[in-house]
Protein backbone atom coordinates (compact mmCIF):
# COMPACT_ATOMS: atom_id res chain seq x y z
CA UNK A 1 0.00 0.00 0.00
CA UNK A 2 1.34 3.62 -0.87
CA UNK A 3 1.88 5.27 2.09
CA UNK A 4 2.58 8.94 1.41
CA UNK A 5 -1.08 9.63 0.46
CA UNK A 6 -2.70 11.99 3.81
CA UNK A 7 -6.24 11.85 2.12
CA UNK A 8 -8.38 8.61 1.42
CA UNK A 9 -11.21 8.51 -0.32
CA UNK A 10 -14.08 6.09 1.59
CA UNK A 11 -16.52 4.61 -0.36
CA UNK A 12 -18.51 1.36 -1.87
CA UNK A 13 -16.28 1.21 -4.64
CA UNK A 14 -14.68 -1.91 -3.52
CA UNK A 15 -17.48 -3.46 -5.80
CA UNK A 16 -18.50 -3.56 -9.29
CA UNK A 17 -20.95 -0.88 -9.97
CA UNK A 18 -20.69 1.79 -12.21
CA UNK A 19 -22.34 4.43 -9.92
CA UNK A 20 -20.17 3.75 -6.86
CA UNK A 21 -17.00 3.33 -9.44
CA UNK A 22 -17.98 6.98 -10.40
CA UNK A 23 -18.03 8.28 -7.04
CA UNK A 24 -14.20 8.33 -7.24
CA UNK A 25 -13.38 9.16 -10.19
CA UNK A 26 -15.85 13.13 -9.95
CA UNK A 27 -14.02 13.47 -6.69
CA UNK A 28 -10.41 12.22 -7.92
CA UNK A 29 -10.78 14.65 -10.00
CA UNK A 30 -12.39 17.30 -8.03
CA UNK A 31 -9.19 16.88 -5.84
CA UNK A 32 -6.64 16.59 -8.61
CA UNK A 33 -3.59 18.09 -6.76
CA UNK A 34 -3.76 15.93 -4.17
CA UNK A 35 -2.20 12.14 -3.87
CA UNK A 36 -5.25 9.86 -2.95
CA UNK A 37 -6.06 6.43 -1.54
CA UNK A 38 -8.96 4.84 -2.64
CA UNK A 39 -10.55 2.83 0.36
CA UNK A 40 -13.72 0.63 0.80
CA UNK A 41 -14.58 -2.59 3.33
CA UNK A 42 -12.44 -4.95 0.90
CA UNK A 43 -9.77 -4.73 -0.96
CA UNK A 44 -10.24 -5.15 -4.60
CA UNK A 45 -8.34 -4.48 -8.04
CA UNK A 46 -11.25 -2.68 -9.93
CA UNK A 47 -9.49 -0.36 -12.38
CA UNK A 48 -9.69 -3.10 -15.61
CA UNK A 49 -13.67 -2.69 -15.00
CA UNK A 50 -12.87 1.72 -14.98
CA UNK A 51 -12.56 1.73 -11.14
CA UNK A 52 -9.81 2.04 -8.73
CA UNK A 53 -7.16 -0.17 -6.69
CA UNK A 54 -8.98 -0.32 -3.59
CA UNK A 55 -7.57 -0.62 -0.18
CA UNK A 56 -9.29 -2.00 2.88
CA UNK A 57 -9.89 0.67 5.05
CA UNK A 58 -8.43 -1.58 8.00
CA UNK A 59 -5.43 -1.95 5.59
CA UNK A 60 -5.14 1.82 5.90
CA UNK A 61 -5.26 1.88 9.27
CA UNK A 62 -2.12 -0.11 10.03
CA UNK A 63 -0.59 2.97 8.41
CA UNK A 64 1.43 5.16 11.04
CA UNK A 65 0.24 8.41 9.18
CA UNK A 66 -2.53 10.79 10.23
CA UNK A 67 -5.12 10.68 7.25
CA UNK A 68 -7.85 12.88 6.12
CA UNK A 69 -11.33 10.47 5.19
CA UNK A 70 -13.16 11.52 2.70
CA UNK A 71 -16.71 9.58 2.37
CA UNK A 72 -17.04 9.98 -0.78
CA UNK A 73 -21.00 9.32 -2.06
CA UNK A 74 -23.64 6.70 -2.26
CA UNK A 75 -26.70 5.74 -0.41
CA UNK A 76 -23.81 4.93 2.23
CA UNK A 77 -25.81 6.29 5.28
CA UNK A 78 -28.57 3.17 5.01
CA UNK A 79 -26.07 0.54 3.99
CA UNK A 80 -25.96 -1.94 7.35
CA UNK A 81 -23.50 -4.62 7.82
CA UNK A 82 -25.67 -7.25 5.99
CA UNK A 83 -26.26 -5.25 3.26
CA UNK A 84 -22.56 -4.64 3.04
CA UNK A 85 -21.59 -8.00 3.25
CA UNK A 86 -23.87 -9.57 0.62
CA UNK A 87 -22.71 -7.01 -2.02
CA UNK A 88 -19.12 -7.46 -1.59
CA UNK A 89 -19.46 -11.95 -1.29
CA UNK A 90 -17.65 -14.06 -4.25
CA UNK A 91 -21.32 -15.16 -6.25
CA UNK A 92 -20.48 -18.43 -4.42
CA UNK A 93 -20.91 -17.28 -0.85
CA UNK A 94 -24.44 -14.41 -1.63
CA UNK A 95 -27.47 -17.16 -1.03
CA UNK A 96 -25.43 -18.30 1.93
CA UNK A 97 -24.73 -14.77 3.68
CA UNK A 98 -28.50 -14.13 2.30
CA UNK A 99 -29.85 -16.91 4.27
CA UNK A 100 -27.84 -15.02 7.39
CA UNK A 101 -29.94 -12.03 7.70
CA UNK A 102 -31.94 -13.66 10.85
CA UNK A 103 -28.85 -14.16 12.57
CA UNK A 104 -27.73 -10.36 11.40
CA UNK A 105 -31.39 -8.65 12.86
CA UNK A 106 -30.64 -10.99 16.26
CA UNK A 107 -27.34 -9.47 16.85
CA UNK A 108 -26.04 -7.20 14.21
CA UNK A 109 -23.01 -5.78 16.41
CA UNK A 110 -21.65 -9.22 16.67
CA UNK A 111 -22.45 -10.43 13.26
CA UNK A 112 -21.15 -7.55 12.17
CA UNK A 113 -17.63 -8.20 13.92
CA UNK A 114 -17.50 -11.49 12.60
CA UNK A 115 -17.89 -10.62 8.97
CA UNK A 116 -16.48 -7.49 8.28
CA UNK A 117 -13.82 -7.19 11.25
CA UNK A 118 -15.61 -4.64 13.28
CA UNK A 119 -18.81 -3.92 15.51
CA UNK A 120 -21.19 -1.46 13.12
CA UNK A 121 -24.30 -0.71 12.11
CA UNK A 122 -23.18 1.72 9.15
CA UNK A 123 -20.38 -0.01 8.31
CA UNK A 124 -19.89 2.79 5.18
CA UNK A 125 -19.55 5.71 8.04
CA UNK A 126 -16.28 6.10 9.38
CA UNK A 127 -15.78 8.20 12.59
CA UNK A 128 -12.60 8.32 15.05
CA UNK A 129 -14.26 6.53 17.76
CA UNK A 130 -15.28 3.50 16.17
CA UNK A 131 -11.85 3.03 13.89
CA UNK A 132 -9.29 4.30 16.73
CA UNK A 133 -6.34 3.12 15.15
CA UNK A 134 -6.84 4.94 11.89
CA UNK A 135 -4.94 8.47 13.13
CA UNK A 136 -8.00 10.46 11.11
CA UNK A 137 -7.53 14.68 11.44
CA UNK A 138 -10.54 15.01 9.47
CA UNK A 139 -13.51 13.54 8.35
CA UNK A 140 -15.51 14.89 5.51
CA UNK A 141 -18.98 14.02 3.98
CA UNK A 142 -19.27 14.38 0.24
CA UNK A 143 -22.89 13.33 -1.53
CA UNK A 144 -23.97 10.79 1.06
CA UNK A 145 -27.50 9.65 0.81
CA UNK A 146 -29.52 7.77 2.95
CA UNK A 147 -32.74 7.83 1.55
CA UNK A 148 -34.56 5.39 3.45
CA UNK A 149 -33.79 7.30 6.83
CA UNK A 150 -36.72 6.86 9.06
CA UNK A 151 -37.61 10.45 10.44
Not at 41 to 46: G, K, V
Not at 99 to 121: I, K, M, V, Y
Request: charged share 20%; glycine share 6%; hydrophobic share 50%.
Amino acid sequence: MPSAAHTVLFSAFDRHNLGDLLFAHVLARMLALRALLFAGLATRDLRAFGGHRVHAITEIAANDKPVDIIHAGGELLTCDAWEATVMLSPPEHVQSVIAQQSAWEADPLEWSRTHLGRATRAPYVLSKSALPELRIRRIVFHAMGGASLAP
